[in-house]
């Protein structure tokens, strides 16, 4: 319904996705502390509030949108209550929760492109989590089910999770400038939240 008519010859979403966030999403993995020899449980903990505070408000604006393209289970990817659960977990009640502050500098999520743009980053995010895991379990003893769910939020699934959502990607026939606002979007995504994570103070 929402898809436009596709330029013969022109580069996949996908293609212009990770060419236009490359840098973005280099840039900002090089600043999060998840291997810094400094990270502790204080941090730690600083560090998912603050991933509180961008995907509650980020995750509402999208899903809530009513932009998103059909063709994707999209309750089954919401995060944000995961992030509550680890936050749980790590000794906050739920009052405290809902007082963390939350970004409001957000990206404008106002066409079907631009949501798929912000899809594509909230999605790519998963794809590092096992490896993340892994490590805040051997330097923190965070599993699973003590505040490190969020960190590999799919599990064994991630694998084919992303499969899907790029097979969900290569079904959206978007001309060239609905490409270039699902890049502007993805791009604000990315810098969104690293401004933001700046702002609370938890990356290196």
């Given amino acids: 319904m929402h898809s436009q008519a596709h330029d013969v010859g022109a580069p996949s979403l996908l293609e212009t996705l990770r060419t236009g966030t490359g840098l973005l999403h280099v840039a900002l993995e090089k600043r999060l502390p998840f291997f810094s020899a400094r990270l502790d449980a204080q941090w730690y903990r600083r560090l998912l509030q603050a991933y509180y505070g961008f995907y509650q408000p980020m995750e ?15 309750a089954s990817r919401v995060k ?28 404008t999520l106002d066409t079907p492109a631009a949501c798929l743009g912000a899809l594509y980053v909230l999605e790519g995010a998963t794809l590092g989590g096992q490896v993340l895991r892994r ?22 699934e991630t694998g084919r999770r992303w499969k899907d959502f790029l097979d969900y990607l290569a079904r959206q026939t978007l001309d060239a400038n609905a490409q270039a606002r699902a890049v502007m979007a993805a791009r604000s995504t990315f810098s969104g939240f690293e401004q933001w994570l700046e702002r609370q103070e938890v990356l290196l």
């Fill in 60 to 74: 509402a604006a999208l899903y809530d949108s009513g932009l998103i393209p059909g063709g994707i289970d999209i």
């Fill in 80 to 107: 944000t209550p995961t992030l509550v659960s680890d936050l749980r977990a790590l000794g906050l009640h739920d009052q405290t929760i809902g007082a963390l502050p939350r970004c409001t500098q957000l990206p």
């Fill in 135 to 156: 490590e805040m379990a051997s330097r923190l003893a965070i599993e699973a089910d003590n505040g490190g769910a969020f960190l590999d939020v799919y599990g064994a």
